[in-house]
């Protein structure tokens, strides 16, 4: 089981901005295990919908609605992966959720594992 902990989170005017931390309680891809770590978002009313992901290998993917504006990262050495976020705009308002993908090959063939931390709130202002 792997927990992960956001932080980070606030209140922000527009143009603002804000870096999210996710840390795991463990790395996420352990041995020869393949994924992404990253985060998606939730608006009031809406669905959750992908912000950033970088995989396993380092490849980042981005969102369009991002694109140019946020920068994902990570500390292998830390299990911690960053948002930055810049240029934030009152769209952006979310409860933003930190999200790992590990898939696991073994003799028997390749299980997933799914894992979400409990969000944090991002308020951009007009």
């Known amino acids: 089981q792997v927990h992960l902990v956001e932080s980070g989170g606030g209140l922000v005017q527009s143009g603002g901005s804000l870096r999210l931390s996710c840390t795991a309680s463990?790395?996420?891809?352990?041995?020869?295990?393949?994924?992404?770590m990253g985060w998606y978002r939730q608006a009031p009313g809406e669905e959750r919908e992908l912000v950033a992901t970088?995989?396993?290998?380092?490849?980042?993917n981005y969102a369009d609605s991002v694109k140019g504006r946020f920068t994902i990262s990570e500390d292998n050495v830390k299990n911690t992966v960053y948002l930055q976020m810049t240029s934030l705009k009152p769209e952006d308002t979310a409860v933003y959720y930190c999200?790992?993908?590990?898939?696991?090959?073994?003799?028997?063939?390749?299980?997933?594992?799914?894992?979400w931390g409990q969000g944090t709130q991002v308020t951009v202002s007009s």
């Open positions: 999200y790992a993908k590990a898939i696991v090959f073994t003799i028997e063939g390749k299980s997933e594992f799914d894992y």
């Open positions: 463990r790395s996420v891809f352990r041995g020869n295990a393949e994924g992404d």
């Open positions: 970088i995989s396993s290998e380092g490849l980042p």
